[in-house]
């Protein structure tokens, strides 16, 4: 499906629906504000977190993660960055991955836009994906297989962070994700301008009707999209969630020549 046919579509339509791909990249544009979007359909895709490598270190970039995939003849058909961390790269909140879990649920306002409660947990569980309010995940009986904590919550509820101001002058490069009701739509954005809070959560709920959403980082934000020939390097990032897709017919034979 290209870029120019999506711009076309209905808000609400769903790129999982019908034969279209489960993974689709595009450029857009809302309120004056320039995105890149990746959607994913979490019950057909594998959704995966990436943090360390099996000697503990920390992998940081989008091309060593590839490297460590294509030894299981394995490709990153999508990623980001996915949650705030120290310099040190371990995660400020919740970490999950694969049921080993690194760093506790933090449920305590504080500094810093993490600290701006409410803030949330992006859950991954079989054939789902979900933005959670902390509270509410704390409270629930909810497990995770992999689940990365991050904040402040974009839209909750179908509402937005109480503490967003249409006119705030606080502009930097945001992403973050949204998620269905049903967990099955789960949209990526990264912005290609500086924009503030009520703008950036205005995107998920208003213009891609998600009821669901949480901010994952600001200039630091980097994005690994083949469908736009873009793949961000520079310095290392803490988690990372991303797209694993096996590595498709002539490509894996010649990983194995």
Same mark, same amino acid.
């Given at each position: 499906?290209?870029?120019?046919?999506?711009?076309?579509?209905?808000?609400?339509?769903?790129?999982?629906?019908?034969?279209?791909?489960?993974?689709?990249?595009?450029?857009?544009? &809302?309120?004056?504000?320039?995105?890149?979007?990746?959607?994913?359909?979490?019950?057909?895709?594998?959704?995966?977190?990436?943090?360390?490598?099996?000697?503990?270190?920390?992998?940081?970039?989008?091309?060593?993660? #590839?490297?460590?995939?294509?030894?299981?003849?394995?490709?990153?058909?999508?990623?980001?960055?996915?949650?705030?961390?120290?310099?040190?790269?371990?995660?400020?909140?919740?970490?999950?991955?694969?049921? %080993?879990?690194?760093? +506790?649920?933090?449920?305590?306002?504080?500094?810093?836009?993490?600290?701006?409660?409410? %803030?949330?947990?992006?859950?991954?569980?079989?054939? +789902?994906?979900?933005?959670? #309010?902390?509270?509410?995940?704390?409270?629930?009986?909810?497990?995770?297989?992999?689940?990365?904590?991050?904040?402040?919550?974009?839209?909750?509820?179908?509402?937005?962070?109480?503490?967003?101001?249409?006119?705030?002058?606080?502009? &930097?490069?945001?992403?973050?994700?949204?998620?269905?009701?049903?967990?099955? +739509?789960?949209?990526?954005?990264?912005?290609? %301008?500086?924009?503030?809070?009520?703008?950036?959560?205005?995107?998920?709920?208003?213009?891609?009707?998600?009821?669901?959403?949480?901010?994952?980082?600001? %200039?630091?934000?980097?994005?690994?999209?083949?469908?736009?020939?873009?793949?961000?390097?520079?310095?290392?990032?803490?988690?990372?969630?991303?797209?694993?897709?096996?590595?498709?017919?002539?490509?894996?034979?010649?990983?194995?020549?």
């Amino acid at each position: 499906m290209r870029a120019s046919l999506l711009l076309s579509l209905p808000l609400g339509f769903t790129l999982w629906a019908g034969q279209a791909a489960a993974v689709e990249c595009r450029d857009e544009s &809302y309120q004056g504000n320039r995105y890149s979007l990746c959607e994913v359909d979490a019950s057909r895709e594998e959704l995966r977190l990436f943090l360390r490598d099996d000697t503990g270190a920390v992998m940081g970039h989008f091309s060593t993660i #590839e490297e460590r995939l294509s030894a299981e003849g394995k490709t990153l058909s999508f990623a980001t960055n996915a949650g705030m961390y120290h310099t040190d790269r371990s995660p400020v909140g919740l970490y999950l991955e694969d049921g %080993n879990e690194e760093m +506790r649920l933090v449920t305590n306002p504080g500094p810093g836009n993490f600290g701006l409660v409410p %803030n949330g947990v992006f859950c991954l569980r079989d054939g +789902r994906a979900d933005v959670i #309010e902390t509270l509410t995940f704390g409270a629930s009986a909810t497990t995770c297989k992999s689940a990365t904590q991050s904040g402040p919550m974009l839209v909750i509820d179908g509402a937005l962070h109480p503490k967003f101001l249409r006119d705030s002058d606080s502009r &930097y490069i945001r992403n973050g994700v949204g998620t269905s009701a049903d967990g099955r +739509r789960v949209v990526f954005a990264i912005s290609r %301008n500086t924009v503030n809070f009520y703008d950036f959560a205005s995107l998920f709920r208003d213009h891609l009707g998600l009821p669901q959403a949480l901010y994952f980082d600001g %200039n630091i934000s980097r994005l690994h999209a083949p469908d736009l020939d873009r793949s961000d390097a520079g310095f290392m990032m803490g988690p990372v969630v991303g797209v694993v897709e096996d590595i498709a017919g002539d490509d894996a034979d010649a990983l194995q020549n």
